[in-house]
Structures are given as structure tokens and as C-alpha cells.
């Protein structure tokens, strides 16, 4: 990669715009004419750096539960466990970290869905010695962004709690459904990627992108944007780091680490007696000195002593949920006709 490539890829993480012509508009952000800035992306997406340019939405507003899990699991079973994990379609990330509690996962189900007896499903069918549901309880910060151009994983503003549209499911129109199955597919390189989208729903290109800009602007879509894959860019290393902090002191804490550039993901989540740890952060490095850098200093400014760091060491799954598609509600059709499912009932 050259500069430009970097500053195309910070520029792609931070926003592909919402425009007829979103390559002419990045090209003009980085010194590129339209056609050149598509060569790179396309260059930069076959070298695998570019994983999807797509839509993020947010899960939540849409009327999906979702949570992280965790799980322990016998070692020598791992790979097996994983793979019933992943074949979820609810199951957008999953990976094998360094702790006795070693395959975490983020699962969402449908509106309708039971998210509890999906995850006690994947314990059973895993062979998991232990399932510890996390779902969210507040959300400080989200937002992914590679700090191509430096040496750290940047997060900018970032989406919290706040940005979250108060109506929910509820506030979504026919349209709005239609645009976003459009967009959460993989971006078409092409000089109007929306163009089509707008055709296959019988829509003008015009209305199309004002509905998506509506979506944006009501905290249902957080942004478009590349996701970049994290070891192929440099970054080899990310950690979860794990807090214990006194429930007095959660806001303070949460908003202390949550506006920390290199914090990419700061939420509030429940406690066990097997896990006490309550406040999550993640942050990225190109080395786990990095990692530990960074968690060091989100330690000394907040005052917390109590964090264990979980770094990734396989990724079994990654991708984007879609929502509004069947194959969610086609697995809990299938799993609600399971025999231990029937026993149940």
C-alpha cells in the first residue's frame, strides 16, 4: 500500500457516502479521479484487506435481540463446538480466546425470537460445560475504525445509547425494509452502486438514497462504511478487556473509557458468580503491546485495577447479520421442531 491507499481505506472506514456517485466523492477526499479510486478499492478488496463495504445497522432498532455469549468448552472439542455455533445465521461473530471461558460469540434473533432458549439450543448442541448469556445493558460505544495512517485503532465519535431511535421496529416503513436488505448486501463496485439497488425495489435512485439517509438519520443505520480484515491491514492483536467496576461508578467509568479514541466497543453487561466482570471494552494493535498500552492507560485515567485482557486467538466466524431475511426465522422453525424442543413443550 502507498498513502493514498491508506488514507482511501481511513476514509472508506469512516464513511462511503450516501451519494450517486460515492467513488467520485471519495476520490475527491484522498486526490483521485473517480475511476482510479475504483482500481484501488477493487485492488484493495482482492489483497483481502477490504472485507465488505456495506451497511451497519443497528440491531436493536430494528427489533432484534441480541447478545455476546460466552462458553467453555473442552479444548480438544473446540473446532466441533464452533462450527454448531456458526452454522447459527444469528451468529455474525465468533472466536476462540484465551481464557477458560473460550469461545465467545455474538448471536441476534428475530423479532418474536427467544434469544435465552437459542443460546441454552447452542450449549447442548456444543457440549459446552458452561454458557454465560451477556447481552447488552448499556451501550458507552461502538464503532470500528483501523487507524491506517498511524499506529492504533481509532474509533472516532463512535454509536451509543443516545443515537438509538426511540420507536424501534415500529418506525420503520415498508421502504425502509426494502433499502435495507439492499444495503446490507456487499457494495457493487461500479460507479453508482445504488443505482441497481434503487431498480430491483422499483424505486428512482433519488428516493432511494433519501430513504437511506433517513435510515442514517434516525440511528437505524449507523453509517456505511468498509470493514477492513484486521490482520491482513497490520492489526494483530485485539482484547477484550474485562472490567470489575463498582456499580456507583459505572457512568462515570463507561463514559471515561467510551470517549478513549482507541476504545472501539465500551457496553455494561451482567455478572455471575463465575465471571464478575461487568464493564467491556475492546481495543485493536498492530502487537499485544499495543493492547496492553492502551489498557494500561484506560486503567490509570479511570481508576479501575481490576481487568483481565482476552485476546483473540482464532476467528471462526465474521460477517454482518441480515435482518429481514428468512433464514433466521427458518432456523427457529427448525429448531423449535427439534425432539428435545417438543419434549419441552
Not at 477493487?42 to 441480541?66: K, N, W
Amino acid at each position: 500500500m502507498d498513502e493514498r491507499d491508506r488514507r482511501l481505506l481511513d476514509a472508506l472506514q469512516a464513511e462511503f457516502p450516501l451519494t450517486p456517485l460515492p467513488f467520485r466523492a471519495l476520490g475527491e477526499i484522498v486526490g483521485l479521479s473517480e475511476a482510479k479510486t475504483l482500481a484501488r478499492v477493487e485492488a484493495l478488496q482482492e489483497a483481502r484487506l477490504i472485507r465488505q463495504i456495506g451497511a451497519i445497522f443497528d440491531s436493536h432498532s430494528l427489533g432484534y435481540t441480541s447478545s455476546l455469549v460466552a462458553m467453555r468448552v473442552e479444548p480438544a472439542a473446540l473446532d466441533a463446538a464452533a462450527a454448531v455455533v456458526s452454522a447459527h445465521p444469528g451468529v455474525s461473530h465468533n472466536y476462540q480466546r484465551d481464557h477458560a471461558f473460550n469461545l465467545w460469540f455474538t448471536v441476534a434473533v428475530p423479532p418474536g425470537g427467544d434469544l435465552a432458549w437459542t443460546v441454552e439450543y447452542l450449549h447442548r448442541r456444543a457440549h459446552a460445560q458452561a454458557t454465560r448469556l451477556l447481552p447488552t445493558l448499556k451501550l458507552f460505544k461502538v464503532g470500528v475504525r483501523l487507524d491506517m495512517g498511524g499506529a492504533g485503532a481509532s474509533a472516532g465519535g463512535g454509536y451509543r445509547e443516545s443515537d438509538r431511535p426511540a420507536m424501534g421496529r415500529a418506525g420503520l416503513a415498508p421502504l425502509d425494509i426494502q433499502v435495507i436488505r439492499e444495503l446490507q448486501e456487499p457494495t457493487p463496485l461500479v460507479p453508482a452502486p445504488y443505482r441497481p439497488m434503487a431498480e430491483r425495489i422499483g424505486v428512482s435512485e433519488a428516493r432511494f438514497l433519501e430513504a437511506a439517509l433517513s435510515l442514517r438519520g434516525r440511528g437505524y443505520l449507523r453509517r456505511m462504511a468498509a470493514v477492513l480484515r484486521h490482520r491482513e491491514a497490520g492489526f494483530l492483536a485485539n482484547a477484550m478487556g474485562v472490567w470489575i467496576v463498582p456499580p456507583e461508578r459505572i457512568e462515570a467509568v463507561g463514559s471515561i473509557m467510551g470517549s478513549v479514541a482507541e476504545v472501539s466497543h465500551c457496553y455494561l453487561r451482567p455478572t455471575y458468580p463465575d465471571w464478575p466482570y461487568n464493564l467491556y471494552t475492546m481495543v485493536h494493535g498492530r502487537q499485544t503491546a499495543d493492547c496492553r498500552r492502551i489498557v494500561e492507560a484506560l486503567s490509570a485515567a479511570a481508576g479501575i485495577r481490576e481487568v483481565a485482557l482476552l485476546y483473540s486467538l482464532k476467528e471462526y466466524k465474521k460477517v454482518r447479520l441480515k435482518y429481514f431475511t428468512p433464514e433466521l426465522d427458518d432456523w427457529q422453525r427448525r429448531a423449535a421442531a427439534a425432539p428435545e424442543r417438543q419434549h419441552e413443550q
